[in-house]
């Protein structure tokens, strides 16, 4: 499968899920791919539509393995939310003056957290991934569902689409980001400190009772989406539903995933994001400050602190 855009260079900033299966398609698609990593890797594979694909990648450990480099035309920042600042160094070896920075990172607020780290004149693309992915070991990464990345109209979305045009991945742009970020957040809000709290895959929502506890922890967060601007209803609540229950009942969460790998949660930046709403607007979320202390508490253990 080969683009129809010419080769660029392209650093992907993260060897976790997202970044294994993004660097992979990318050089796919006929782009010339560096793999940003914190440990070294042999080889990355990537199981996905029943194809195992192995990418002739260029591996890096550290910004200076990149002098040679030069700025990159495309950065995909892909570690989760609350690593952002520890790839600030990354961001500023490989970013110029033209670079574009997807930010393929879960929450809302991706402007805000990685503008600050950007040097002038560097482009953010906040960037919303519509998939379930699964890294079983380092470099080794399952793609169980989805295909979609989710971007803000205007001329860095077209320039993405025209990148992996021809690709496994499908890049949309959408005129109301804000309704977007919201509805994509949606399918992580109950899902994910459910199946991480429980230590259980996606076979949760099969249950009917955990069905309807998912719902309502998602009208709390329709209430605060809305206050917050985004043009939502309660079909947004069902069809996030629909989506999470298409996941395979193998499959999980990145939340699940991080906990059972031992890893800091990324929960202040989804349920926390909720919350934190509601406070500003003086709506009542009973269940979502419930799963954030339960969340809060896992990750103090993980974090051993």
Known sequence: MRS????????????????????????????????????????????????????????????????????????FLTTKAQDTEGAADWLAALCGPDTVVAVIQNGIDQRERVGPL?????????????????????GRI??????????PQGPSAEAFVKLLDGSRLTVRPVEDFRSAAWRKMFTNVAVNPLTAILKQ????????????????????????ARAEGAQLDE?????????????????????????LAGRPLEHEHITGAVVRG???????????RMLLTLLRAVDRELRGS
Request: with cysteine.
């Open 4 to 75: 129809s855009a010419s080769a660029a260079h392209i650093a992907v900033i993260g060897g976790g899920a997202i970044g294994g299966l993004t660097a992979a398609v990318a050089h796919e698609a006929g782009h010339d791919v560096t793999l940003c990593l914190r440990a070294p890797l042999e080889e990355l594979t990537l199981r996905t539509g029943g194809d195992e694909l192995r990418p002739d990648l260029r591996f890096a450990t550290s910004p200076g393995d990149l002098a040679d480099r030069g700025p990159a035309d495309w950065v």
């Open 118 to 138: 950007l040097p002038s004149g560097a482009h953010i693309l906040p960037t919303l991934a519509y998939m379930a992915v699964e890294r079983v070991a380092p």
């Open 142 to 151: 399952v793609h169980y569902t989805g295909n979609e990345l989710h971007v």
């Open 201 to 224: 895959r996606m076979h949760i929502l099969g249950d009917p009772e955990m069905r309807q506890l998912a719902e309502d922890v998602l009208m709390e967060g329709l209430a605060v």
């Open 235 to 259: 079909e947004d609540v069902h069809r996030a539903l629909r989506a999470n229950a298409s996941v395979p009942p193998d499959g999980g969460t990145s939340t699940l995933y991080d906990r």
């Open 278 to 288: 509601a406070e500003r607007h003086g709506i009542d979320v009973p269940l979502n």
